[in-house]
């Protein structure tokens, strides 16, 4: 089954604890993103990768990292996590294939940091 | 960068009866324009998309109309059902950024009344 997996999907921390969330998908996609979500700003984009060891910043970078070592996983990490980052994240992945372009969404990872 | 705005926030309406949904975006070089469906704690979803050289596009009881020159587009469902309460997406995306960079409006709130 195709799929984008995403782990965990629910974290409680304290603030500067560094944490990882995970992403990772099977369907050989070359771009991956990442993206928080918040009640009235929809979805903002954090950081995006076309390919393995390319990434880009997205339009909210700032206290995060990521990394692309391998194709299938897009890992996002907060190396010292404050509360404004509490959030909805979305790690998605898609192919620049225009007849399969569907940007697929994991099933989020609720952040809280206290 | 690519700004877009999305109206109304919320939107309700009784089953039904038609809801359209808008948006309008900045950067005229944007040229794909994907729409998201978000139910209550699920991970957003495609539902349609139209690309700048076309105008208009149907699929069963949602279409999406664009205005290019206007730079606005608009989410239409007719006959809508309790099912369709979501919340909605639409987004831009620029040339040359490749479909992997997404810039999301702020999210349509739709409740549809039995």
């Known amino acids: 089954e195709a799929q984008v997996t995403q782990n965990p999907r629910y974290l409680i921390t304290v603030t500067g604890k560094k944490l990882t969330v995970t992403c990772s998908q099977n369907m050989n996609h070359e771009y991956m993103s990442w993206y928080r979500q918040d009640p009235g700003l929809g979805l903002r984009q954090i950081y995006y990768s076309m390919n393995v060891e390319v990434t880009d910043k997205g339009d909210v970078p700032e206290g995060y990292k990521v990394s692309r070592k391998e194709k299938r996983n897009f890992p996002l990490i907060l190396e010292s996590p404050s509360p404004n980052q509490t959030s909805l994240y979305f790690c998605?992945?898609?192919?620049?294939?225009?007849?399969?372009?569907?940007?697929?969404f994991g099933p989020g990872t609720r952040l809280l940091v206290l | 960068g690519e700004n877009v705005e999305q109206h109304p926030s919320t939107l309700s309406v009784q089953e039904g009866d038609s809801a359209v949904i808008k948006c309008t975006y900045s950067d005229s070089a944007s040229n794909y324009f994907p729409w998201y469906k978000q139910e209550l704690g699920k991970r957003p979803q495609l539902i349609i998309d139209?690309?700048?050289?076309?105008g208009e596009k149907k699929d069963q009881r949602i279409a999406v109309t664009l205005n290019k020159t206007a730079k606005h587009f608009s989410l239409h469902i007719t006959e809508t059902q309790p099912e369709d309460s979501a919340v909605y997406f639409c987004?831009?995306?620029?040339?040359?950024?490749?479909?992997?960079?997404?810039?999301f409006g702020q999210g349509t709130i739709l409740t549809v009344h039995p």
């Open positions: 139209i690309r700048s050289n076309v």
């Open positions: 998605a992945s898609s192919t620049p294939d225009r007849r399969r372009e569907t940007q697929y």
């Open positions: 987004a831009a995306v620029r040339p040359g950024t490749s479909y992997g960079k997404l810039t």
